[in-house]
């Protein structure tokens, strides 16, 4: 057994290059969990309806803005499949045609402000509630656009395998967002406490600073003679669409798979503000182990992405199976925490005075915790297998399988069980897991088929 280990640790993709590459990018999605974690706990300290407000509509400002960072940020896949390729030069273009996406996203999010009371009226979400999902929906959309640069730039350092870029871009983000967050939300000193409209400006603070630290990286040396990323910042229609090709239904899926988890979250909202507070910090939590698994996808993704720009699909397979292997392990421990010490991670929300009848709220929360430890270890291999189809360029069928699922056996189900039915919120996360479940098995099949080790992205020449 240990020689097996360590063949396989050893080996080439094996664990070892996978956790070299995928350990600074999953500290760098779990910097964004910890900081949407710490953000939502100072939320709940100040007042019940600032968590309650928080997630819906952040949600709802990430959603309107996945279709456009989902195609910006497939520059990642270009970038990993020349990278095996040996074609450095083109790589430039490709990250200045994702970040020109942003464009597209400015018109979406001067939209959004300007119709964000609309937005929310289309749920019966309780008055003091909806106020603070405009003026926090309304505030975040300054800097949406913003992430869209942000997908392209990051994209660039993930698919060269420089991902302790990412992780540390990640963590000035983060710890600038924190600090912001703590003083705007309770102010300090002349500042006065803002509310959940100082996590809103903490967070746009953040996401500037990330971008500009990411276009003086990008500016080194070593990246303009070898990439020409300043040099080929001219637009290339071809190329553009060539990203669109490949990159939109990457786009679409994140879209579909946001909105929808955004609608499930507004739909919980309509049975009470107790159920929509108990259901946001679950999913918070939640995001503790997720989010990491986001880092490890996008470490499958690059990988895929290199093996076949460099036609070697048997590669590409081993360092999806080892990957699937690490994410197993570590939701496996965080799943047995959540079942066994969910006071753990639940005394942050309810420690204060913020939230009343906090005992309620912290029961509701410990079985909505179940409910993630089981459907998480499907949740964690379903990332895996994703970012490995997209790697290789399946994005078709991802974008095809995420929006019948998503809408089949998700959306329509929780309508029509609101509509029709006295609702109860466990069912509602029953709903949920089987569809976790059923995503999971169908790109698993998917991936086992093998029809992406015949997919590229690049030209050859």
């Not at 900081?35 to 407000?53: C, G, K, N, T, Y």
Request: proline content about 3%.
């Amino acid at each position: 057994m240990i020689t097996k280990f360590n063949n396989r640790w050893y080996a080439e993709s094996g664990y070892r290059e996978v956790l070299v590459l995928a350990v600074p990018l999953i500290l760098s999605t779990g910097a964004w969990s910890i900081q949407i974690f710490v953000d939502r706990m100072f939320l709940a300290w100040h007042s019940p309806e600032a968590i309650a407000a928080a997630l819906p509509a952040g949600m709802a400002s990430f959603t309107s803005m996945c279709l456009f960072i989902g195609t910006a940020s497939y520059v990642s896949t270009f970038v990993a499949q020349y990278f095996g390729a040996k074609q450095l030069g083109n790589i430039g273009a490709v990250v200045w045609q994702g970040a020109y996406i942003s464009v597209f996203g400015i018109v979406v999010a001067v939209l959004g402000y300007y119709f964000a009371e609309e937005i929310f009226d289309l749920f019966s979400h309780e008055p003091e509630v909806w106020s603070l999902e405009v003026k926090y929906f309304r505030i975040l959309m300054y800097s949406a656009p913003l992430l869209v640069i942000n997908g392209a730039l990051s994209g660039f350092f993930s698919g060269l395998g420089k991902t302790q870029s990412v992780m540390w871009v990640n963590i000035l983000v983060t710890t600038v967002n924190l600090t912001l967050d703590y003083v705007l939300i309770f102010g300090y000193s002349w500042i006065p406490p803002m509310g959940i409209e100082g996590a809103g400006i903490a967070t746009n603070i953040a996401i500037l600073s990330g971008v500009i630290l990411y276009l003086i990286l990008i500016a080194k040396k070593e990246y303009r003679t070898q990439c020409n990323t300043v040099s080929a910042w001219k637009f290339d229609i071809k190329l553009f669409k060539k990203l669109l090709l490949f990159g939109f239904p990457n786009g679409f899926r994140m879209f579909v798979e946001m909105s929808s988890f955004t609608l499930f979250v507004m739909m919980v909202g309509t049975l009470g503000t107790y159920e929509l507070v108990a259901s946001n910090i679950a999913f918070n939590i939640n995001a503790l182990s997720f989010l990491p698994m986001v880092g490890m996808m996008i470490a499958v993704s690059v990988l895929v992405g290199q093996k076949q720009g460099g036609h070697r699909p048997d590669l590409a397979e081993k360092a999806t199976w080892s990957a699937l292997h690490i994410a197993l392990v570590f939701f496996g421990v965080i799943a047995a925490l959540y079942l066994f010490v969910p006071h753990l991670f639940i005394w942050p929300f309810t420690s204060s005075e913020g939230i009343e009848s906090a005992e309620e709220v912290e029961k509701l929360v410990v079985q909505l915790l179940r409910f993630i430890a089981f459907f998480g270890i499907f949740d964690a291999s379903l990332l895996v297998f994703t970012g490995a189809l997209l790697g290789a360029g399946d994005t078709r069928f991802v974008m095809m399988t995420t929006i019948i699922v998503s809408w089949l056996f998700l959306i329509v189900p929780c309508y029509f069980y609101i509509s029709f039915f006295n609702a109860e919120l466990f069912t509602l996360w029953w709903i949920i897991t089987l569809h976790v479940i059923l995503y999971c098995t169908v790109f698993c099949l998917r991936f086992l088929k093998g029809h992406w080790k015949q997919l590229t992205v690049i030209d050859e020449s």
